[in-house]
């Protein structure tokens, strides 16, 4: 039987910038704040975490600061996928070796691979860590989807024991539940689906919300899992607003306009993103005021 990287809430944490570099101080305080909320892991250099846009060295340092810093105290899910297999081999063993505990790895973006081609790239990854691996499809993002089928038959691999799954069509991921079986665990890859996701087996969720309501959402979960799916399911549609309002430009604008409104760093993304405008973020203020949040 696989072993379950975490149940809960992990948080897809944003990488603060101070005058374009990367701000180690307010990311060490971003992640503290985060483990004493209560948050059940943390993914460092997703796509909150502006991954796509940070050089090599940074990618790098980026993972080893965060295994550091957190120390044990939950688990570290190291974004180490990219469209080029050899370079998301290179840097899975680098996090392997700095002691990240799983690794989550995107679906090939822009090549556009066949479902044979993206098995192939997944399993050559695979093969190459001495962790687990969490599989992430987003296809709104990438351009591929990695369909059910394939997912069963990565799930053979014994070190890929997970997938993200952000597609957004919750067909597809009850049909993706139903093949698998538990043979991989699935975590919802969008905030205004954790409790469907849930309702069909999920585990959890990899959240862009639990950068600001770490507990809340850590809490949705559990509560699922405790029985109290009516509390689950009224937390979810009472924090619907906030979550339309983080997704309201393109990930990771808004959570870097959030995360900057509690004092976390300076609202500053890496082109060619730009700060999110000016009529959104008032509004995304007004509702994160109304939750007590700054």
Known sequence: MKKTIFTGAATAIVTPFKENEVDYEQFGRLIEWQISEGIDAIVACGTTGEGSTLTDEEHRE?????????????????????????????????????????????????????????????????DASTKPIILYNVPSRTGCNLLPASALELADHPNIVAIKEACGNISQIAELAALTRGKLDIYSGNDDQIVPVLSLGGKGVISVLSNIMPRATSEMCRKFMEGDVAGSAKMQLDLLPLINALFCEVNPIPAKAAVAAMGFGENSLRLPLTPMEPQNEAKLLDLMRAAGLI
């Not at 370079?87 to 680098?94: E, G, P, Q, V």
């Not at 002691?99 to 973006?109: C, E, F, Q, R, S």
């Open 62 to 126: 980026v993972i080893r600061y965060a295994v550091e810093k957190v120390a044990g105290r939950v688990p570290v899910i190291a974004g180490t996928g990219s469209n080029d297999t050899a370079y998301a081999i290179d840097l899975t063993k680098f996090a392997c070796e700095v002691g990240a505990d799983a690794m989550l790895l995107v679906t090939p973006y822009y090549n556009k691979a066949t479902q044979k081609g993206l098995i192939r790239s997944f399993e050559a990854v695979a």
